[in-house]
């Protein structure tokens, strides 16, 4: 987050859905979705329900279309990937549409657990789930819980990002600032230097946000085109918003500015705040016949660059306290934001799907089930490219009177090398067995074209 000094203002910039030019906060009940144009720009969603009444007849239609056994509550459905496959080739064959229970993976919620069964070739995942409802947003919610549940087309980009022989794979995205963009910026600050007032505060603001200009979206691992992508720069975005105090938490947390003060902010820095798995919440049997993740799964780290005259950036070593102090909060309190922002709760689960999958490959079950994946595996058969690829963000700049400095630009995105929480060091024993006498309680006693049970 770059500082200068001139006259009491400051001022903070980040990646946001669509330009904002005046100062002050945008509730969160206002951003409650993206969409991304033909031009792959990216833009907020407001969506207006004041008393509720729209999605209470939505969830009334759900419930009385979804079959009973769907609908219920369970805590812990289990999938098997390898007879969902087998029964949409099945019904492809037969002329019939991939069903909404395909689709919404039978409700769940979290996915909690990975199982192999040797005897009948079964990859299962499995979580709680629940009957499901999609909202004015576009997500699709349990109707318990209102958690987002679990889409097919993510755990196929999961899945293929972690195929039958493949190698490691980063999955992630990056919303920055460009070079020349910031070459820009340095030089309007320069050009402002001391003389400014408080009568110039939307000057500078807008000067600021036209200098900057758009900011680039770049997707790592995954295509771009995806809902697996889409989902990732909504939270990365999303978390920015709340660090520069433009999108109010719907829980109590203090912002980044609200932290920083202008003795902790260096001068011409860029804070940069990246979305990363807790690596340390796999819990493996000795057979390695089953795996489950633990915790909430999801960290946010903080790093520091320093922006050179020219726009480029340079690593530094130093500790931002007010940073490190945002992220420790957000990290912390990420539970109860995911039960309440959605989006949250969906970055969990592309962590969680991507983890599975990884263990699915490491473990090579493609193998010993002689499961090839030959239909999720092929875009022609089963599309999940079928979005526009967000490509950049307009600048988004609050400003806010405190001390000396003006605090401007944040970057970062959301970084998942899902391979690290499978590493021996950080795996979790079944010291107590439980695991392994969970998997041995899954009875795969199933009807001809059954793929979930619970």
Same mark, same amino acid.
């Given at each position: ?14 990646? /946001?859905?669509?330009v904002?030019?005046t ?6 009940? #206002? ?8 031009? @792959? ?9 004041p008393? @509720?009444q729209?999605?209470k007849?939505r969830a009334?239609a ?35 549409q991939?069903?909404p229970? *395909?689709?919404?993976?039978?409700? &769940? ?9 040797p ?6 995942i499995?979580g709680p ?16 819980? @209102? ?20 190698? !490691? ?7 920055d $600032?460009?070079e020349?963009?910031?070459a ?13 007032? $408080? ?11 036209t200098? &900057?200009?758009l900011q ?5 691992g ?9 989902v *990732?720069?909504?939270a990365?975005?999303? *978390?920015?918003?709340?660090g ?9 947390m203090a ?7 202008p003795?902790?902010?260096s ?10 798995p807790d ?6 049997t000795?057979?390695?016949?089953a ?10 780290v903080g790093? !520091? ?5 020219n ?12 940073? %490190? ?9 990420? $539970? %109860?934001l ?21 263990f699915? #490959?490491?473990?090579?079950?493609? /193998?010993?089930?002689?499961?090839? *994946?030959?239909?999720?595996?092929d ?12 490509r950049?963000? @307009?600048t ?9 400095? &003006? ?6 995105g ?9 590493? $021996? ?9 439980k695991l392994?006498?969970?998997?041995r ?8 074209? #059954?793929?979930?049970?619970?």
């Open positions: 987050m770059a500082c200068s000094r001139f006259g009491r203002f400051a001022a903070a910039a980040a990646l /946001g859905l669509a904002l030019a100062s002050g906060r945008v509730e969160a009940q #206002q951003l409650a979705g993206v969409y991304v144009d033909a031009e @792959g720009v990216l833009h907020k969603r407001v969506f207006n329900d008393h @509720g729209l999605m007849q009334s759900a419930r009385a279309s979804l079959a009973h056994n769907v609908a219920s509550p369970s805590k812990l459905r289990k999938i098997s990937l390898t007879r969902l496959e087998h029964a949409i080739v099945e019904g492809h064959q037969q002329g019939r991939i069903t229970e *395909m689709l919404n993976l039978a409700g &769940l919620t979290r996915l909690t657990h990975v199982f192999f069964y005897d009948s070739g079964d990859v299962v499995a789930a629940e009957g499901w409802v999609k909202d004015l947003s576009g997500r699709t919610r349990g109707l318990e819980s @209102g958690r987002p549940v679990l889409e097919l087309q993510d755990m196929v980009v999961a899945l293929r990002m972690f195929p039958p022989g493949g190698e !490691h794979t980063v999955i992630g995205c990056s919303i $600032p460009t020349e963009g910031l820009r910026m340095q030089a309007f600050l320069r050009q402002i230097g001391g003389r400014a007032t $408080p009568a110039d505060t939307q000057s500078i603001v807008d000067g600021l946000r200098s &900057l200009g680039k979206v770049r997707i790592l995954v295509p771009p085109d995806t809902h697996f992508a889409q *990732m720069v909504e990365d975005y999303r *978390m920015k918003l709340i520069i105090g433009l999108e109010r938490p719907p829980i109590k912002s980044y500015v609200d932290r920083a003060t003795s902790s902010v001068r011409n820095a860029l804070q940069r705040w990246y979305f990363t690596y340390e919440c796999v819990r493996v000795d057979d390695e016949l795996m489950q993740l633990v915790g909430e799964g999801v960290r946010l790093a !520091h660059e320093l922006v050179q005259g726009g480029s950036r340079v690593r530094t070593h130093s500790v931002d306290r007010a940073s %490190q102090a945002f992220t420790h909060t957000f990290t912390a309190k990420y $539970p %109860q995911a039960a309440k922002s959605p989006v949250y709760a969906q970055l969990r689960n592309l962590i969680d799907m991507s983890i599975a999958a990884a699915i #490959q490491q473990q090579d079950y493609y /193998g010993k089930a002689d499961w090839t *994946m030959s239909f999720f595996g875009e022609a058969n089963f599309p999940v490219e079928t979005y526009h690829a967000p950049e963000v @307009g988004v700049v609050a400003s806010r009177w405190k001390g000396h400095q &003006l605090m401007t630009p944040v970057g970062g959301v970084n998942i090398q899902a391979w690290q929480a499978l590493e $021996p060091e950080k795996r979790l024993a079944d010291d107590d067995g392994r006498e969970t998997r309680e899954v009875k795969i006693k199933l009807k001809d074209g #059954q793929w979930w049970w619970d």
